[in-house]
Each structure stands twice: as structure tokens, then as C-alpha cells.
């Protein structure tokens, strides 16, 4: 039953869903699991796991794809560019699950991606169908769509409830990014 993959789903309106991915990727390093998370939307921001993924190097791979959150903070890159890097990404996901050289690979802000129509629900639908047996899958990102939820073997919702933003106090280095 240990060799049984799973796939998990964080998804929800409330702060914590990649934290929580990146939670299990420390968890397996401490195991000597191998990780590789690819993130679909967060990729020219500089945050916080962009650092700290490298000292848990080699077990834990971070690849950074997307070019900051689309059309909202700034968002200066066409939509076509946004889709492309996308595909790009669907690409690169498939190629490191079908290495077989991870225990676990989390597709990071995936559902926000298939939300805003930058990468096709079926393709993810298919990812999550014909990954290894013993391969466990994590998706991030708010909005996750009935079809995944169903797939899921496990699913959290992070709701929030009370937020700093709401008494006007900024984004944390270290809490928030």
C-alpha cells in the first residue's frame, strides 16, 4: 500500500496551498524522496521557495514557469505569451512524470491555471490518469474543477477567514512570499 500514488488536491479561496505542498516536498526530503514542483503561474516573482528550494537540493527540483499572475499586480506580458509559457509547462510536467525519476511532482497553481484558460482541463485530466501507479501528484491553485476533485484521492480546501490584507497590512517576506 506504500507504493499506492496519490493524487492531492489543495485548493480554496484561503492562504496556504502551496505552503502545504511545499510542506510534503520537506517531508519527503527528510526521506530521501525525490520532488520536482513545476509552477504554472508564480515564475518571475521572486518569493521566498525559490531560494530555500535550492538547499534542499538534489531531492527537491523547483522549476518557475509562469511570468507572475495574470492580467492583475503588473501584469505586463500578453495573454498569448501567458498560454504559450503555459503549454510549456503541461510539456515539461508530462516529460518529469514520465522520467520516473520522482516520488512526487507538484504541478503548482495548476487549477488557477485551468481556471483562466491557460492550460485544458482534459490534459491535466489526462496527466493525473496515466501517471505512474507509484508516483504522487499534488495541485495547487484556487478554483480546482469538479472533474479533478473526483479524480483526487485526497482533497483539502484552505478557507479564509481572517486575513492581514483586510486591516490594510502588506504582503510578508517570509509569511507571504
Given at each position: 500500500m506504500d507504493n499506492d500514488g496519490l493524487t492531492i488536491v489543495y485548493t480554496g479561496k484561503g492562504k496556504g496551498k502551496t505552503t502545504a505542498a511545499l510542506g510534503i516536498a520537506l517531508r519527503a526530503t527528510g526521506y530521501g524522496k525525490k520532488t520536482c514542483m513545476i509552477q504554472f503561474i508564480k515564475?518571475?516573482?521572486?518569493?521566498?521557495?525559490?531560494?530555500?528550494?535550492?538547499?534542499?537540493?538534489?531531492?527537491?527540483?523547483?522549476?518557475?514557469?509562469?511570468?507572475?499572475?495574470?492580467?492583475?499586480?503588473?501584469d505586463k506580458s500578453a495573454r498569448e505569451e501567458h498560454e504559450m509559457i503555459a503549454k510549456d509547462a503541461i510539456k515539461i510536467s508530462i516529460e518529469k512524470i514520465q522520467s520516473g525519476k520522482y516520488d512526487i511532482i507538484i504541478l503548482d497553481e495548476i487549477n488557477y491555471a485551468i481556471n483562466l484558460g491557460l492550460v485544458k482541463i482534459e490534459d491535466i485530466i489526462d496527466i493525473i490518469k496515466s501517471k505512474p501507479s507509484t508516483l504522487d501528484l499534488v495541485l495547487t491553485g484556487n478554483y480546482a474543477k469538479d472533474e479533478i476533485i473526483e479524480l483526487a484521492d485526497l482533497v483539502t480546501e484552505m478557507r479564509e477567514i481572517k486575513h492581514p490584507f483586510q486591516r490594510g497590512i502588506k504582503a510578508k517576506k517570509g509569511i507571504d512570499f
Open positions: 515564475g518571475s516573482w521572486h518569493y521566498g521557495e525559490m531560494y530555500s528550494s535550492k538547499r534542499l537540493e538534489p531531492e527537491f527540483e523547483m522549476i518557475a514557469i509562469g511570468k507572475g499572475f495574470v492580467g492583475i499586480m503588473d
